[in-house]
């Protein structure tokens, strides 16, 4: 009985530390400055520091269970690899992607303007399907969406609050068809539910892109890796945080690290291009944020 009570309080102190950690970090009293940036060093508990393939690294610390037995989607449950951008995020993706041997099916969207009365012709002859199949905008499904039966996905859309389809809320497709996708949920309330995802007629909410067009597409993107901002409002058991460059944004990588409450379930793999520097990173906050609160 006294050593169950032992290790019991040492588990809670170890996770009241790691709490106080994630707050420190977050309002920057970690950090120090290094050449204008603000560095701070990551306990040595939570880096993966050995490696030669970053993405091979962090997916080895956190899919193990799932690369062994990918039939077995409770080895999905709870894990997620972040980065800070969608290019980095896209990487593991398709490099997850590559390990999955199950069937396989490419989906095409269809692409077209949207006009005014009086302006199709002069838009349908600039902005043709060619075009707006290149372009690639936040919320908004790829043109071309390669899934493999079993592998984990997100919606981006939401489509029934009622059945928990949320913007955000993670999947993992059970059947490829050809106008519906047949997936078991993963998060959320209906953990376990099976739903059907059908095509949708979707308009990018980028107010910077200087025309109007629609895609029929599944609303769904692959999820083995998400962006850290996309994570916020996630509860994960497993984290794995790639670092091929510096956050960028303040409070990313308080969000990033503070997806899992215990320091056991997160591993982190610090990559900077043209650095050698495998245990600090950059974190940005903006100190006057909080002043005015």
Same mark, same amino acid.
């Given at each position: 009985?006294?050593?169950?009570?032992?290790?019991?309080d040492?588990?809670?102190?170890? *996770?009241?530390?790691?709490?106080?950690?994630?707050?420190?970090?977050?309002?920057?009293?970690?950090?120090?400055?290094?050449?204008?940036? $603000?560095?701070?060093?990551?306990?040595?508990?939570?880096?993966?520091?050995?490696?030669?393939? /970053?993405?091979?690294?962090?997916?080895?610390?956190? %899919?193990?269970?799932y690369?062994?037995?990918?039939?077995?989607?409770?080895?999905?449950?709870? *894990?997620?690899?972040?980065?800070?951008?969608?290019?980095?995020?896209?990487? +593991?993706?398709?490099?997850? #992607?590559?390990?999955?041997?199950?069937?396989?099916?490419?989906?095409?969207?269809?692409?077209s303007?949207?006009?005014?009365?009086?302006?199709?012709?002069? #838009?349908a002859?600039?902005? !043709?399907?060619?075009?707006?199949? !290149?372009?690639?905008?936040?919320?908004?499904?790829?043109?071309?969406?390669?899934? *493999?039966?079993?592998?984990?996905?997100?919606?981006?859309?939401?489509?029934?609050?009622?059945?928990?389809?949320?913007?955000?809320?993670?999947?993992?497709?059970?059947?490829?068809?050809?106008?519906?996708?047949?997936?078991?949920? #993963?998060?959320?309330?209906?953990?376990?539910?099976?739903?059907?995802?059908?095509?949708?007629?979707?308009? /990018?909410?980028?107010?910077?892109?200087?025309?109007?067009?629609?895609?029929?597409?599944?609303?769904?993107?692959l999820?083995?890796?998400?962006?850290?901002?996309?994570?916020?409002?996630?509860?994960?058991? %497993?984290? =794995?945080?790639?670092?091929?460059? /510096?956050?960028?944004?303040?409070?990313?990588?308080?969000?990033? +690290?503070?997806?899992?409450t215990?320091? %056991? =379930?997160?591993?982190? +793999?610090?990559?900077?291009?043209?650095?050698?520097? %495998?245990?600090?990173?950059? $974190?940005? +906050?903006?100190?006057?944020?909080? *002043?005015?609160?």
């Amino acid at each position: 009985m006294r050593l169950r009570a032992s290790i019991e309080d040492e588990s809670v102190k170890e *996770r009241k530390e790691f709490a106080q950690w994630i707050l420190d970090l977050g309002d920057g009293k970690l950090a120090h400055s290094e050449d204008g940036y $603000n560095m701070v060093s990551i306990p040595p508990e939570l880096l993966i520091t050995n490696f030669d393939d /970053p993405i091979h690294a962090i997916v080895e610390a956190i %899919y193990s269970d799932y690369l062994n037995d990918p039939t077995e989607f409770r080895n999905l449950h709870g *894990r997620a690899i972040l980065a800070p951008t969608i290019n980095i995020v896209e990487q +593991v993706n398709d490099y997850m #992607l590559a390990l999955n041997e199950n069937e396989k099916k490419n989906y095409l969207s269809s692409d077209s303007p949207s006009f005014k009365e009086g302006a199709a012709d002069s #838009l349908a002859s600039m902005h !043709t399907p060619e075009f707006l199949a !290149t372009i690639k905008s936040p919320g908004l499904p790829n043109h071309e969406l390669i899934f *493999r039966q079993g592998c984990p996905v997100m919606l981006i859309r939401n489509i029934d609050h009622s059945a928990g389809l949320c913007n955000g809320t993670r999947l993992v497709i059970t059947r490829l068809g050809n106008k519906v996708i047949e997936a078991e949920v #993963l998060s959320g309330s209906n953990i376990g539910e099976k739903v059907f995802i059908p095509r949708m007629t979707l308009t /990018p909410s980028d107010t910077k892109l200087p025309f109007k067009f629609q895609r029929r597409q599944f609303p769904l993107m692959l999820s083995y890796a998400m962006t850290i901002n996309k994570s916020q409002g996630q509860s994960l058991d %497993y984290v =794995g945080l790639l670092l091929k460059q /510096p956050v960028f944004t303040h409070g990313q990588l308080y969000v990033a +690290v503070s997806r899992v409450t215990n320091k %056991y =379930g997160l591993k982190i +793999v610090i990559s900077h291009d043209n650095s050698n520097n %495998y245990t600090e990173t950059n $974190n940005v +906050v903006y100190h006057e944020v909080f *002043r005015n609160i």
